[in-house]
């Protein structure tokens, strides 16, 4: 790009998807209005040139800080790493094709050396003299918080119009103001910010510029409410709801025909439909990758029992951890009533706890183990017993349970715009069928199940003394097989399936030879063209490994395909190197392979059951979905890429004040969180953030580690009110208690789960039809804002685990009880956190 124009470049970006839109010289007038006529043509040159079509080959091998494979775009090869292939693909989206642009974008990202080299240079040759002054830390880590599923629906359209209008109070006092825009039973007005009003004042409104332009006479007003005042330093605004206990038909034809006429000349006010695209692809990026589960609980006559759960592909295998040996699902056995009124007996916000699981295999047969906080503390003699027994198991598992309320009606979500759009729109806001709320009419509760297990936490309940004599007492915590639990229904919200084919749930054993070595296991799933598979043993290769799989039990059932040592690719392999994601390998035994798992699935779709295809109730699994989404009791948080940078986009919780949101809320404006603690530790930048983001892939189950806080909210600077470290820096166990204890002793500790997860792409169907109507209106700014939501990089959650780590630390129940509460200040301990660190 010419140095000219480098200062524009954020104009360019902008402009880049409109480029070939008939109105972009009015975009590009409006855009970029304060440039200089000279400057603005070349800018537009430039476009034009960025916007030609390029038919050159890439081939970054060599060139970037990366490791490149082939890439194929439109039978076009290049070699390119992750980070050039996310450059080209976004860059694609807004040039509509291959281009200059996007070829010169590839060639230049962050971790290209000749770009790095550059940038060195650059740094020293800066005088020392001209750096920019630091910036606070609490706004370098902030960002706004959206509730999910909080956004207006209009039943009408909204046209943006400024006319005169004069008011009269009920005492018949006038007083001049401007509309903003106007419906046919709304109105929002800017006026003085002298005159004071209250909400549910009744007024009189005459529409002086409508009189005037096209001669309407009406002396008695039209009668209004008033429903919100926005108050600012400059003026105030006023939102008004029609009345209509005085009938004006003539005024009503004439104001829906003026409306309907000029809402492509003075645009409709899209706000609302705005805000709630923004809301929505962030609802889309959270629920594919929270790792919680969320089970619905049923309250009939004041029992509770579970009755469905909410599966995605992150908390899948935590659901199927409760299958027994005939794959039966006994995660009922967590939800009893007894534990779930436990929770509720605790204060709001507070209704929670922590449970301990493990099982055990004899005879072939799974026998199950599990065990509240509460219920270790009635049982002390057997809770050492059961925790270090338990923890010695591979099967071992810690939960944290939080419930809270929830309404049926929440699973309503209709869209941001009015039925009198389209049918599609009209059958789009329909409430769910009676039949689907017959079935969700006695929920009343969201039981949130979070496996927090790690090697720290295993590690600590490893140390407890274990007396072998006592382990026949804890078949008490035992649920008998005779016993069954509640049935839970396991539902999936059908968002975007981002694989190109349906996968159909097929196990079945599989042989997979990699060299001279032979691993056994099961398929999970199949597809013409992959398998997902769960071997009995650890896998030691790595990704785009070439394997060759045969199918023993399959060959039983077919003489017309050979299905031995048929190769495929390995694509993805689990955190636990236990389950493959294979794709089948392009050689001469493709059409062998594919043409046998397409007749098999051919021949059995009615026996076979496809992962989008698990309600039986249309509709339930989205019903679920919303209802989480308006109940979400942690922090959401999304990060996006700004340059190498990873950054602070955006939170989202339901919960309300408790010790994270008051920790988060720290010195941030109003309405924001500050992620301070994720991104700066005590001894200066954590690359917790950058280095998992860097490595992971999407559609992977989620990264959690262990952050450790000192909060002093005494302090008045965040950098020395808020200290912080993962679990990693702290070499042993007594650092980590140290670090607790000197916390407790300046204000408050708080310990929270960290789930990190890489995004895929948006949901853009899901919102298909929002977005085709402010294409209609303002086509740029539906782009700028689709190309703002692309930028979103990572996902995760915020846990709140500060009582079960006090407690694995062999800290006192008064101890716990009194970190709720803000401690008192003791500056003489402040410096000797920073001591504990590993500095290594």
């Not at 209008?165 to 006092?173: A, I, R, S």
């Not at 909410?310 to 659901?319: P, S, Y």
């Not at 740029?780 to 915020?798: C, F, I, P, R, S």
Request: include cysteine; hydrophobic fraction near 35%; proline fraction near 5%.
């Amino acid at each position: 790009m010419n140095q000219d124009l480098e200062q524009y470049h954020d104009i360019i970006e902008q402009l880049k998807p409109m480029i070939n839109e008939p109105e972009f010289n009015q975009i590009l007038a409006q855009v970029a209005g304060s440039v200089p006529k000279q400057k603005r043509f070349l800018l537009k040159m430039e476009l034009k040139r960025l916007a030609r079509p390029c038919t050159r080959l890439i081939d970054l091998r060599g060139h970037v800080d990366g490791k490149c494979t082939l890439y194929e775009y439109e039978s076009q090869t290049h070699y390119l790493d992750d980070i050039a292939i996310d450059v080209f693909e976004r860059q694609v989206r807004s040039f509509g094709e291959y281009t200059v642009g996007v070829y010169e974008a590839v060639s230049n990202t962050e971790n290209n050396y000749r770009v790095m080299h550059k940038r060195q240079q650059q740094a020293s040759a800066q005088p020392a003299r001209n750096a920019h002054p630091t910036v606070p830390l609490s706004n370098n880590y902030t960002a706004p918080i959206m509730p999910f599923g909080e956004f207006a629906q209009r039943s009408e359209e909204r046209m943006n119009y400024a006319m005169s209008v004069e008011l009269f109070t009920e005492n018949k006092k006038s007083m001049l103001a401007t509309s903003v825009d106007v419906s046919l039973s709304g109105l929002k007005l800017k006026i003085s910010k002298e005159h004071r009003f209250k909400i549910g004042e009744r007024l009189a409104v005459q529409f002086r510029g409508l009189e005037h332009e096209y001669m309407l006479d009406n002396r008695q007003g039209v009668q209004y409410i008033i429903e919100a005042v926005d108050r600012n330093p400059e003026d105030q605004r006023l939102h008004l709801k029609r009345l209509f206990d005085v009938l004006m038909p003539s005024f009503d034809k004439f104001l829906e025909s003026f409306i309907h006429g000029n809402k492509r000349r003075y645009k409709v006010n899209l706000d609302n439909t705005f805000d709630a695209i923004h809301k929505k692809t962030y609802e889309q990026y959270y629920i594919p990758n929270f790792i919680s589960i969320p089970v619905y609980i049923e309250s009939i006559d004041g029992n509770y029992a579970p009755r469905y759960a909410l599966a995605n592909d992150c908390n899948r295998q935590d659901i199927f951890y409760w299958n027994n040996e005939i794959r039966d699902l006994k995660l009922g056995y967590l939800f009893s009533d007894t534990r779930i009124k436990q929770c509720l007996s605790c204060s709001k916000g507070k209704q929670e706890s922590y449970l301990y699981a493990f099982n055990h295999i004899k005879n072939d047969k799974v026998y199950f183990y599990s065990a509240s906080d509460e219920e270790l503390a009635a049982n002390p003699s057997l809770k050492d017993v059961f925790l270090a027994y338990g923890s010695r198991k591979a099967s071992w598992r810690v939960y944290k349970l939080q419930v809270q309320e929830m309404e049926p009606k929440q699973s309503h979500r209709p869209l941001s715009i009015a039925d009198s759009i389209s049918e599609s729109v009209k059958r789009q806001n329909q409430p769910p069928t009676p039949r689907l709320m017959s079935r969700l009419r006695h929920l009343t509760h969201i039981a949130l199940l979070t496996n927090i297990t790690d090697t720290f936490n295993t590690q600590c309940f490893q140390k407890l003394p274990l007396n072998r004599t006592q382990l026949p007492q804890l078949k008490r915590f035992g649920h008998p097989r005779n016993r069954p639990p509640e049935t839970i229904q396991v539902f999936r919200f059908k968002y975007a399936n981002q694989r190109r084919e349906t996968r159909f749930i097929l196990r079945t054993k599989v042989q997979l030879r990699l060299e001279d070595v032979v691993l056994e296991g099961h398929t999970e799933d199949i597809s013409t063209n992959g398998i997902k598979l769960e071997l009995n043993s650890f896998f030691h290769q790595q990704a785009d490994t070439k394997v060759h799989v045969s199918f023993p039990q399959l060959q039983n059932v077919t003489r017309k395909y050979d299905l031995s040592d048929l190769a495929y690719t390995v694509r993805q392999i689990s955190a636990e190197r236990s389950i493959l994601h294979l794709k089948v390998l392009n050689d001469e035994q493709l059409g062998t392979t594919k043409a046998f798992f397409e007749e098999l699935i051919k021949n059995n779709r009615s026996k076979l059951k496809a992962y989008r295809d698990e309600e039986d109730i249309p509709g339930i699994g989205e019903a679920l979905r919303n209802i989480y989404a308006n109940n979400v009791p942690n922090v959401a948080f999304f990060i996006r890429k700004e340059g190498a940078k990873y950054v602070p986009d955006a939170t989202a919780t339901w919960s309300s004040q408790n010790r994270l949101t008051t920790l988060l809320s720290f010195q941030a404006p109003s309405g924001t969180f500050n992620l301070q603690p994720l991104f700066e530790g005590i001894n200066g930048p954590m690359d917790f953030i950058q280095k998992t983001l860097s490595h992971i892939k999407p559609h992977q189950r989620p990264h959690m580690s262990e952050l450790f806080v000192a909060f002093d909210p005494n302090k008045s600077n965040p950098s020395e009110a808020i200290k912080s470290c993962f679990i990693e820096q702290l070499a042993t166990q007594e650092q980590r208690q140290q670090f607790i204890t000197q916390a407790l002793e300046q204000g408050q500790f708080i310990a929270l789960k960290v789930f990190l997860a890489r995004t895929g792409r948006p949901d853009i169907d899901h919102l298909q039809s929002e977005i085709n109507y402010v294409g209609v209106y303002a086509v740029h700014k539906a782009k700028q804002l689709e190309e703002k939501l692309w930028n979103v990089h990572g996902v995760g959650d915020l846990v709140d685990i500060t009582d079960l780590v006090m407690n694995r630390y062999q800290f006192s129940t008064h101890a716990i009880r009194d970190n709720l509460e803000k401690q008192q200040h003791h500056p003489q301990k402040s410096i000797e956190i920073e001591q504990l660190l590993n500095t290594e």
